[in-house]
């Protein structure tokens, strides 16, 4: 069946160190593509999304390309704050619009 | 304008009692979906409902759990004889409809004692 597998954390970073947190994922067709953040105490919010191969999408200086070849989606940030500090988690909707999480992974930026 | 809603935000029940955990999407919005997240993993689906109907029930994991959807608003998840494996964070999000973004509520933390 589809699924994502994810990095395992915990993930900790100083301040401005570049992050990378990978993501894999099994699926039929072509599956749409998510980052999802959860900030402490806060529920999930939509990072960013690529909805097909090549895509790039982008949102507060986070970044992750639809890799089909390696079917990757891995998320990148150049420099971290300790803002971004969060349980990240990557998901994919397959064709039939079910959605599949990874288990996520907890980010900890420390100054 | 407001979020999703879930009530209650907690509940504690005892094994074989029978639970409802309510879920008010955003206005206007006709895919809704309901995960469960138990400690350490990622959300699970359970299922998801277009308008009134469910449009894919897939992910329920028995003939315990059964949702609603009657006018194509508020949901209700209801779980009959809860099992003490049922305890995890359910979750309710709801879009504009399935090609949009999901808009999550902050879950129910279901505990069967």
């Known amino acids: 069946g589809d699924s994502v597998t994810q990095m395992e954390g915990p993930v900790t970073l100083s301040e401005e160190a570049f992050l990378t947190i990978n993501c894999t994922y099994t699926?039929?067709?072509?599956?749409?593509l998510f980052w999802y953040v959860q900030y402490p105490g806060e529920g999930l919010q939509l990072l960013l999304k690529?909805?097909?191969?090549?895509d790039k999408g982008s949102n507060k200086g986070f970044e992750a390309t639809y890799r089909k070849e390696t079917t990757s989606f891995h998320l990148e940030k150049g420099s971290v704050q300790v803002s971004d500090s969060a349980v990240y988690f990557c998901?994919?909707?397959?064709?039939?619009?079910?959605?599949?999480f990874g288990t996520g992974t907890s980010l900890t930026v420390i100054p | 304008g407001a979020g999703v809603s879930q009530t209650p935000s907690n509940k504690v029940t005892e094994k074989g009692k029978y639970v409802e955990l309510r879920c008010d999407p955003i206005?206007?919005?006709?895919?809704l979906y309901w995960y469960r997240q138990s400690l350490g993993q990622g959300p699970e689906f359970l299922i998801y409902?277009?308008?009134?109907?469910?449009?894919?029930d897939s992910g329920l994991p028995n003939d315990r759990f059964f949702a609603v959807r009657p006018e194509g608003s508020v949901s209700t998840l209801k779980i009959q004889r809860t099992e003490r494996g049922d305890s995890a964070v359910y979750l309710c999000?709801?879009?504009?409809?399935?090609?949009?973004?999901?808009?999550f509520g902050p879950g129910t933390r279901l505990t069967v004692t």
């Open positions: 999000a709801s879009s504009l409809n399935p090609l949009y973004e999901q808009y």
């Open positions: 699926a039929t067709g072509y599956p749409s």
């Open positions: 690529a909805t097909k191969a090549d």
């Open positions: 998901a994919l909707m397959n064709t039939g619009n079910q959605f599949y």
């Open positions: 206005s206007g919005h006709t895919a």
């Open positions: 409902f277009q308008g009134t109907g469910a449009a894919d």
